[in-house]
């Protein structure tokens, strides 16, 4: 080991516990063309990975929200293409594509993200990761139309047992923006999965938006959304995440369905 991971150990739980107890002031929908729990994991060297995610809104907003349009019985579609640079750095360009009553499918934006992980020879008592990703979004879409997100890592394998934990951060890149007026706010999600088989995994996630960093929002004015679902892996090389999500609030869609699928695509 090239250094002492202890105060690096250290340095990241007392950042994380910061982050995590910040009160924090108004809240904002939560992603729709993600929905997705990072695990530290990143694509093998040289290797090229395909992903997409196909959601669909049941109960969302039902009124425009500035230039953001109702989510209701809205349908999002993104293609995501990954490539390993090295055993420990990915990188994955977004392609994101909508469906909306009145307006028919319609290009919805694009995102680039790099992602890299700690190697397990550390020996950290949790595999640690980091992602930071630029996001470009049409105006219907999302009220921050180019923004940063930074999303540490966290994750815990316990037998079958799987868990996975993202403090994520995000801020508006341009001025003018009405989220959280180009600071910093917090959408933590996390996630617990048990193994049943080599080919069935069941799972629970958690994705929350509750304001930018600095004072609370009341309750009912956050985002909280529980996601019941299951992985299947069909093959070596093949899986499917499918889950329903429900949200305890207003403030964000209350009643989703969503799928993802990951293809590798060889060297």
Known sequence: MPWNVQPVTRLLTAILLLVTVWPIPRAVAQDPFEIEVYAPETAPRSRWELETHLNYIARGTTAFDGSVAPSEHQVHLSFDLTRGLTDHWEVTAYLLSAYRPGSGVEYAGWRLRSRVRLPESWRLPVDVGLAAELEFSRPAYDETTAGLEIRPILGKRIGPVQ?????VIERALREGETSGGGEWEFEPSARVGVTLSRAVELNLEYFGK??????????GQQVHQIYPGVNLKLGDDFELNLGVGFGATSAGNRLVFKSR????LGR
Not at 163 to 167: C, G, I, K, T, V
Not at 261 to 264: G, K, M, R, V
């Open 163 to 167: 868990l996975a934990f993202n403090p």
């Open 210 to 219: 509750t304001g930018v960093l600095g004072s609370a929002l009341p309750a």
């Open 261 to 264: 699928c990951e293809i590798p």
